[in-house]
T-cell receptor, first 110, second 115 residues
Framework: DAKTTQPPSMDCAEGRAANLPCNHS???????VYWYRQIHSQGPQYIIH???NNETNEMASLIITEDRKSSTLILPHATLRDTAVYYCIVISNTGNQFYFGTGTSLTVIP | DAGVIQSPRHEVTEMGQEVTLRCKPISGHDYLFWYRQTMMRGLELLIY????????DSGMPEDRFSAKMPNASFSTLKIQPSEPRDSAVYFCASSLVGRGRSPLHFGNGTRLTVT
């Protein structure tokens, strides 16, 4: 599965959009991009995933570049409860091992 | 849907004792995963099952660890004997289908402390 690179930490003002980047330059055509977040002491929470097209759900939007080598998770109106570690994961449709890296620690500032 | 249910939430035991962690996956999910999380190593996949059958246990640290899934609604992770370095948060997750086509849904974990 492709390796992902994320910034270790980011800040975002409450009410503003949080844009979390992820590089996955070695991604192959059959690999999905998944985003999870983990709030302290809780289990990782699924946010969104995509293959080629941009995706949106009630939690966030996922923007995948045309070459699929990077993606951005967008939280449109960040709240204090969005403070968490965000993980970007790439997984192929032939594998089942979701590997979590170190993620991005997002702090939403009042 | 109650989500993935793990028990106990916290476990404190002495070195050498047997520890059993329990997991009830989401009904209808065919895949079950056990993860361990520590500050040093992050989230590590230990083992996963498909239709109650262990598929990949390459992440199990050593023979002291064993996992079973006797039926579709229950799995256990056992450590015998336990050691202080096993202290971690252990997560169970399930997914509807495999191969990246559906997300993992995690429980809230069991925090294990071995003294």
């Amino acid at each position: 599965d492709a390796k992902t690179t994320q910034p270790p930490s980011m800040d975002c003002a409450e009410g503003r959009a949080a844009n979390l980047p992820c590089n996955h330059s070695t991604i192959s055509g059959n690999e999905y991009v998944y985003w999870y977040r983990q709030i302290h002491s809780q289990g990782p929470q699924y946010i969104i995933h995509g293959l080629k097209n941009n995706e949106t759900n009630e939690m966030a939007s996922l923007i995948i570049t045309e070459d699929r080598k990077s993606s951005t998770l967008i939280l449109p109106h960040a709240t204090l409860r969005d403070t968490a570690v965000y993980y970007c994961i790439v997984i192929s449709n032939t594998g089942n091992q979701f590997y979590f890296g170190t993620g991005t620690s997002l702090t939403v500032i009042p | 849907d109650a989500g993935v249910i793990q028990s106990p939430r916290h476990e404190v035991t002495e070195m050498g004792q047997e520890v059993t962690l329990r997991c009830k996956p989401i009904s209808g999910h065919d895949y079950l995963f056990w993860y361990r999380q520590t500050m040093m190593r992050g989230l590590e996949l230990l083992i996963y099952f498909n239709n109650n059958v262990p598929i990949d246990d390459s992440g199990m640290p050593e023979d002291r660890f064993s996992a079973k899934m006797p039926n579709a609604s229950f799995s256990t992770l056992k450590i015998q004997p336990s050691e202080p370095r096993d202290s971690a948060v252990y997560f169970c997750a399930s997914s509807l289908v495999g191969r990246g086509r559906s997300p993992l849904h995690f429980g809230n974990g069991t925090r294990l402390t071995v003294t």
